[in-house]
């Protein structure tokens, strides 16, 4: 079973930065796309980023150019680098790993999750 482990998550300003990290179990990184999620309260969870095991990499259009996704094989890690942060970034974090990108695309097509990082942002 994969397991995921979710970090960095904190309290930052409006305007600030946060790097996530997703640590994966044996070679989950190297051998599958990853994503990034997001769920706020009272809202569904969405991908916001996503990196093929190429490298190749997606963004929701609400991060785009705020949000860098990268993987580090050697580590079974991937990041999420967070900058110019917003209050509406405001959210629990999580990752996931398919061989396929187009099912990351929906969260629904998975049954298991890590604990997740808190990120919350003020105004």
């Known amino acids: 079973q994969v397991q995921l482990v979710e970090s960095g998550g904190g309290l930052v300003q409006a305007g600030g930065s946060l790097r996530l990290s997703c640590v994966a179990s044996?070679?989950?990184?190297?051998?599958?796309?990853m994503g990034w999620y997001r769920q706020a309260p009272g809202k569904q969870r969405e991908l916001v980023a996503a990196?093929?095991?190429?490298?190749?990499?997606n963004y929701a259009d609400s991060v785009k150019g705020r949000f860098t996704i990268s993987r580090d094989n050697v580590k079974n890690t991937v990041y999420l680098q967070m900058n110019s942060l917003k209050p509406e970034d405001t959210a629990v974090y999580y990752c996931?790993?398919?061989?396929?990108?187009?099912?990351?695309?929906?969260?629904?097509?998975?049954?298991?999750w890590g604990q997740g990082t808190q990120v919350t942002v003020s105004s």
């Open positions: 990196i093929t095991s190429g490298g190749s990499t």
């Open positions: 044996g070679s989950i990184v190297s051998a599958n796309a």
């Open positions: 996931n790993a398919d061989p396929l990108m187009r099912r990351l695309l929906l969260p629904s097509n998975f049954g298991s």
